[in-house]
C-alpha cells in the first residue's frame, strides 16, 4: 500500500534557526511528489512538485529536495510567518490517481 | 477572485439529515476532487470527477453522493448524517489527470454532526 511519512509531526523553531521538515514515502511507480503548506482555517496551498531524484526547487526561504525515498523541506532563517502545517503528498501509479497525504508537519517560529 | 469556493464554511447538523456541500472552480480546470481532513488532521481522497465523469471512488459510504453538473462545478451530498462524518471537508480542481498537475484547494467545509 502506498505510504507518506512525515517528520516530526510538530517542529518549534526560534527566528534564523534554519531546520529540514522530511518527508518519506512507500509507493509503486512515483510520479511527482508535492508540497504544500496549510495555514489553520484554510485550505493547503501548493508549494511545490519534485519528479525525480536529485530535483531540487526553492521558493524564498524553503527548498525542497528530493531522493529516491524521501524528500525534504529546507527552511533557512525562518521568520513567525512561516508558521504553518506543511504537508506532503505523491502520486504514484497510473495517470488519474489522486494526491497521497502524510498527516503533515506543524512548524512555529517564534520571534 | 476566489479560485475555488466552497459553501457552506460552516456546517452544524443533526444526526440523521441530509445535507450538501457546493463547489464552484473558476480555473477553467477538467478535474475536481472531494478530500475528507480528519481531526488529525489527515487528508483523504474520497472522490475525482474528469469532465464530469467520475475517476476515483475511494471506500466511502454509500451515503456520500458526488454530482458534478458541469466541469466547474463539484457537490457533496451527504445523506443519514452520522457522528463520524464530522471533518473537514475540501474541494479542490487540477488541470488534467497528468502528473504534474498539482490541486488548488477551497477553503474547506468544517462539518460538525451532533
Known amino acids: 500500500e502506498d505510504q507518506v511519512t512525515q517528520s516530526p509531526e510538530a517542529l518549534r523553531l526560534q527566528e534564523g534557526e534554519s531546520s529540514s521538515l522530511n518527508c518519506s514515502y512507500t509507493v509503486s511507480g512515483l510520479r511527482g511528489l508535492f508540497w504544500y503548506r496549510q495555514d489553520p482555517g484554510k485550505g493547503p496551498e501548493f508549494l511545490f512538485t519534485l519528479y525525480s531524484a536529485g530535483e531540487e526547487k526553492e521558493k524564498e526561504r524553503l527548498k525542497a529536495t528530493l531522493t529516491k525515498k524521501e524528500s525534504f523541506l529546507h527552511i533557512t532563517a525562518p521568520k513567525p510567518e512561516d508558521s504553518a502545517t506543511y504537508l506532503c503528498?505523491?502520486?504514484?501509479?497510473?495517470?488519474?490517481?489522486?494526491?497521497?497525504f502524510g498527516k503533515g508537519t506543524t512548524l512555529s517560529v517564534s520571534s | 477572485d476566489t479560485a475555488v469556493s466552497q459553501t457552506p464554511k460552516y456546517l452544524v447538523t443533526q444526526m440523521g439529515n441530509d445535507k450538501s456541500i457546493k463547489c464552484e472552480q473558476n480555473l477553467g480546470h477538467d478535474t475536481m476532487y472531494w478530500y475528507k481532513q480528519d481531526s488529525k488532521k489527515f487528508l483523504k481522497i474520497m472522490f475525482s470527477y474528469n469532465n464530469k465523469e467520475l475517476i476515483i471512488n475511494e471506500t466511502v459510504p454509500n451515503r456520500f453522493s458526488p454530482k458534478s453538473p458541469d466541469k466547474a462545478h463539484l457537490n457533496l451530498h451527504i445523506n443519514s448524517l452520522e457522528l463520524g462524518d464530522s471533518a473537514v471537508y475540501f474541494c479542490?480542481?487540477?488541470?488534467?489527470?497528468?502528473?504534474?498537475?498539482?490541486?488548488?484547494f477551497g477553503q474547506g467545509t468544517r462539518l460538525t454532526v451532533v
Open positions: 479542490a480542481s487540477s488541470q488534467g489527470l497528468g502528473v504534474g498537475t498539482e490541486a488548488f
Open positions: 503528498a505523491v502520486k504514484a501509479g497510473q495517470a488519474g490517481t489522486a494526491l497521497i
